[in-house]
């Protein structure tokens, strides 16, 4: 017979079994008949039949084992074989099965890591799950580290993160690439904007700053793609590559486009001649192509033998201009280089004549007049300053191979024909007298009584003090030796040399011939600072540009905003008011290209008359050019991030 007896029968207050306690007790240690109370560990040994309100044994098998040493296991009866051990749960091979912590859906569920009983001690590490917005949370240090949300995305170092990743930080927030066997990377967003930062040599590879300039190898880029590299001797580059390589296939080419408003401006392109399949076969052009009225069209091209072409996509010269030119300078034009000299042609305007010299050694100094193409000879100036008209060896001052036709000659008539009687002068078909030489051997053309010694009309006087001497003819009273202010004039030297000179300013232009190169320079108080060259089969109008004349250079400079500042314009000139041209006010362009232009705005000269301001054109190239290379580099960074 069971008898049923309270556990408070059984124990006192400090666990211990009271005496008399256990008589009657059944023998065996079923707990059945225990209604109420604590046993104490130890007391009973292994109680069976257990039942509480929170553990109960009925399983079939061991449903919770503390050890010897207070470690829990649930499903186990041996937690001290793992290796975190104080609670051990073991589902086996349960489906499904695991530990679940239950809360409402308006409060929070945490498992948390203790190392102490107060403040954050308590939970120095924890996962909590909000259950009002169902969002997961993992902390470390008693702080929150990552966050994820109810939409899945992840935050690391904020609570609310806006992608599937987000990143956060009161500085620099970083996110790492790190490999063991290459360099490591950063994912940067700091005070230079978003980086890729190359941890390996801490060094910033690429910036986008706060208003979206790019900047590869500078943290401070000003413009949409700034690219900075500082190499002693090297090569700051930028390669756009069509690796695209097929026998005949020479349709395939590299373009920087530049647009306004969703339409093509211009193009840079540059394209194959041949099908680069082998070393022989890899020859290339570049063009350029603007639009004009809405029209694209190529301009210049700049083929693989270095011809250019302007207006003609097959030049055949080192420069071919389909079309009119314009020089705002001199012409040089350079032929190939001799153990002796260099051998040029300068063609230049100095506002009022055009001029032209060559220089070379002393056999190379001809300035020879070709037609149909240059295979026919029509008048040639040698290098003894002896003109010849159908000869290319002429003996005398004036060697012409041919007949010499005129209205009437005035003269002695002993060798000329149509000659009127008289010794007075040569006289035309009217009967008036064309020259006259008086009889102080002054000369006279169109007046038949000269008062110089050459007078022609009233546009050219040449001044009694000049004449010949030493092998050498002088107009007026220029300086012959070049080197030093002589007056006003031109002459020829004996040295072979045509020269001009002013007082004022101590320039002059000259031809010289040392390398069979015939060419006009320019000089200005014993240096030269412009030329025209022209070679065999070309012509280069030069100003000086020597790296020796120069200091302060600078290719650091901002082109883009200086370009927007011109002002081009169409408009008619008040003397030809039916022709509409392009072109720009020369006041307008002084404060952006001064050395552009000539003169003051609104000047007059002495006698109240307009003083007109003047534009030289060509000093607008280096600002365009520079322009051109910071779009292509905006282009180049657009196409980039715009594959």
């Known amino acids: 017979m069971t008898k049923t007896r309270n556990i408070s029968d059984l124990l006192d207050a400090n666990g211990d079994v009271k005496s008399g306690a256990l008589d009657n007790v059944p023998a065996s240690n079923d707990a059945s008949a225990l209604t109420t109370g604590t046993l104490p560990s130890a007391r009973l040994g292994t109680v069976t039949n257990f039942t509480s309100t929170g553990i109960d044994d009925n399983a079939t098998s061991t449903a919770i084992t503390i050890d ?34 239950v809360a409402d859906s308006s409060n ?19 996962l909590d799950y909000n259950h009002s917005n169902d969002s997961l949370a ?6 929150e580290r990552m966050r994820i949300t109810s939409s899945g995305n992840v935050g690391i170092g904020t609570s609310s993160p806006n992608r599937l990743l987000t990143l956060g930080g009161t500085s620099n927030a970083r996110l790492a690439l790190n490999s063991s066997s290459y360099r490591n990377y950063s994912l940067s967003s700091d005070a230079y904007g978003f980086s890729i930062y190359d941890d390996t040599s801490t060094d910033y590879r690429l910036t986008v700053n706060n208003v979206g300039n790019v900047g590869i190898g500078t943290t401070s880029p000003n413009a949409e793609l700034h690219i900075s590299k500082s190499a002693d001797g090297g090569n700051t580059e930028v390669i756009l590559e069509n690796s695209f390589n097929a026998s005949g296939s020479t349709d395939e080419t590299i373009q920087l486009q530049s647009r306004f408003g969703g339409y093509d401006a211009s193009y840079i392109i540059t394209g194959k001649e041949e099908d680069f399949t082998t070393s022989a076969n890899r020859s290339s052009f570049m063009s350029f192509t603007t639009r004009k009225d809405g029209t694209l069209a190529e301009k210049m091209r700049i083929d693989s033998s270095g011809n250019v072409g302007i207006g003609t996509s097959s030049p055949d010269y080192s420069l071919e201009v389909a079309g009119t030119g314009l020089f705002g300078g001199s012409v040089m034009a350079t032929g190939s280089t001799t153990t002796t000299a260099s051998r040029r042609a300068i063609m230049t305007h100095d506002g009022s004549s055009m001029k032209l010299m060559a220089s070379g050694d002393s056999t190379h100094r001809n300035i020879i007049f070709y037609r149909d193409g240059g295979s026919d000879e029509a008048m040639r100036i040698n290098t003894s300053n002896l003109v010849g008209i159908g000869t290319s060896s002429p003996s005398e001052k004036l060697d012409v191979n041919g007949t010499v036709k005129a209205t009437a000659f005035q003269g002695d008539g002993s060798a000329l024909t149509g000659v009127s009687a008289g010794v007075a002068g040569i006289s035309s078909s009217a009967d008036a007298t064309a020259i006259t030489i008086d009889s102080s051997e002054r000369v006279g053309i169109g007046t038949t009584s000269p008062g110089a010694m ?52 101590n320039s002059y232009w000259n031809t010289t011939n040392p390398n069979g190169y015939h060419y006009i320079n320019f000089r200005s108080k014993g240096s030269s600072c412009g030329s025209i060259i022209m070679q065999s089969s070309s012509t280069s109008f030069n100003t000086s540009s ?27 000139f008040i003397a030809d008011a039916d022709k509409t041209v392009d072109g720009f006010l020369a006041h307008e362009v002084s404060s952006v290209v001064p050395e552009a232009i000539h003169g003051t705005k609104d000047a007059v000269d002495a006698d109240g008359n307009p003083d007109y301001q003047g534009i030289d ?5 280096p600002l365009l050019v520079k322009t051109i290379q910071e779009l292509e580099a905006r282009i180049t960074t657009l196409e980039a991030n715009n594959p």
């Open 138 to 143: 993992f902390a470390s240090a008693g702080t």
């Open 108 to 126: 929070q569920a945490m498992l948390a890591f203790a190392d102490g009983t107060s403040g954050d001690t308590r939970y120095r590490g924890y």
């Open 546 to 572: 020597d790296y020796r004349l120069k200091e302060n250079v600078s290719y650091d400079f901002d082109a883009t905003t200086r370009l927007k500042q011109l002002k081009p314009a169409r408009f008619n």
């Open 454 to 505: 050459l007078e022609v009309g009233t546009d050219v006087l040449i001044d009694s003090s000049s004449g010949f001497y030493g092998n050498r003819l002088t107009i007026g009273s220029p300086n012959p030796n070049q080197t030093s202010n002589g007056g006003y004039g031109f002459g020829f030297h004996n040295s072979g040399a045509f020269f001009w000179t002013m007082s004022d300013t």
């Open 68 to 101: 010897s040493s207070e470690r829990v296991g649930i499903g186990t009866t041996s937690p001290s074989s793992y290796y975190a051990n104080h609670l051990v749960v073991d589902i086996g091979s349960t489906a499904q099965s695991g530990i679940t912590i």
């Open 617 to 621: 054109q060509s000093k607008l190239v």
